[in-house]
Nanobody, 118 residues
Framework: QVQLVESGGGLVQTGGSLRLSCAAS????????MGWFRQAPGKEREFVAA???????VYADSVKGRFTISRDNAKNMVYLQMNSLKPEDTAVYYC????????????WGQGTQVTVSS
């Protein structure tokens, strides 16, 4: 069983930056594909970025060039550096872990709120 705890959310102005962190415990972290998802009010949860156990990176088109996902297997941590933030990035951001290469995410954190003011 994997437990995921996100941190680093907050309120930031348009154009600002935030760094989200996700601490993982349980399981074999280095073998998981780790992903970030987000859900805005009234919208479905959407994929943001993922990093495989081989550190292959995948991004949603909406965040390419602005967001960077990374991982530290020694610390069981995954990060999401968010730059040039826009009001449409406002959402609850969730960290998730997949044992299936990103096909299915079995473990989810509780989420952290990111609010970008205009």
């Amino acid at each position: 069983q994997v437990q995921l705890v996100e941190s680093g959310g907050g309120l930031v102005q348009t154009g600002g930056s935030l760094r989200l962190s996700c601490a993982a415990s349980g399981g074999t972290f280095s073998r998981y594909t780790m992903g970030w998802f987000r859900q805005a009010p009234g919208k479905e949860r959407e994929f943001v970025a993922a990093i495989t156990w081989l550190s292959r990176l995948v991004y949603a088109d909406s965040v390419k060039g602005r967001f960077t996902i990374s991982r530290d297997n020694a610390k069981n941590m995954v990060y999401l550096q968010m730059n040039s933030l826009k009001p449409e990035d406002t959402a609850v951001y969730y960290c998730a872990a997949s044992e299936a290469g990103g096909g299915t995410y079995s473990y989810w954190g509780q989420g952290t709120q990111v609010t970008v003011s205009s």
